[in-house]
């Protein structure tokens, strides 16, 4: 049976990002795949990459050799048939918690080596899911667009083909009255967010029911 690895990079539970990544695992199980969903955010104390160069000598080529939260989630990783990681945007980029499992995903499989780039031996589909109060038509000029990119050529390279969900001008919270915010609409966010958010829930639906049973491995 295939096993998918879903992550919520999001500090907020039961917020976009996490119900959107669980709505992906959803996906998966209606599939007949087996799925764990890890919340960054309730794990063991982390941190990013630590530039000790452990997963560049032998025995521990291409395995982050850091014993501390992120440990066990690498582990699962290396071993899964897919990998779900969503994150909310903060201030224009992923939140601590992704980055630190993204610096420690990425470098360990660096080889820094011309003959061959990544250890990775073994690709596999890659969904990367981010949301964002920022109204996806000023993407480009706030720079989100060739973030995202960055982000997928990356996750692409060394780990494995990566499609990108956006859910983006989302409701940040239940009641804006209480907050003194003169940048958003209340009515505008409440009516996206029953309007549109349930599109959102149901293509992560489905990119998490292809993913178990028709991968994007061979996709151009």
């Not at 989100?144 to 989302?170: A, C, H, N, W």
């Amino acid at each position: 049976m295939k096993k998918i690895i879903a992550i919520n990079g999001s500090p907020r539970s039961g917020w976009n990002t996490d119900i959107l990544v669980r709505e992906a695992a959803a996906g998966v199980a209606s599939a007949g795949a087996e799925v764990e969903v890890i919340d960054l955010y309730r794990l063991e104390k982390f941190t990013g990459c630590i530039s000790c160069f452990g997963c560049k000598l032998e025995p521990n080529l291409g395995k982050c050799i850091c014993r501390d939260g992120l440990a066990p989630v690498l582990e699962a990783i290396r071993n899964a048939d897919g990998l779900i990681i969503g994150s909310p945007n903060y201030l224009g980029d992923m939140t601590a918690g992704f980055r630190a499992l993204y610096e420690r995903l990425i470098f360990q499989s660096l080889t820094y080596k011309t003959e061959v780039r990544s250890y990775n031996p073994r690709q596999i589909p890659v969904l990367m899911i981010m949301t964002s109060n920022a109204s996806e038509d000023f993407y480009a000029q706030i720079g989100y667009d060739e973030m995202l990119k960055r982000y997928q050529g990356t996750l692409g390279t060394f780990v494995g083909p990566t499609k990108i969900l956006i859910s983006s001008d989302t409701l940040q919270v239940k009641d804006y009255s209480r907050y003194n915010w003169t940048m958003f609409d209340p009515e505008h966010k409440k009516e996206r967010h029953e309007a549109v958010f349930p599109e959102d829930k149901k293509k992560a639906f489905a990119l998490g029911e292809q993913m178990a049973s028709n991968p994007w491995m061979n996709e151009k």
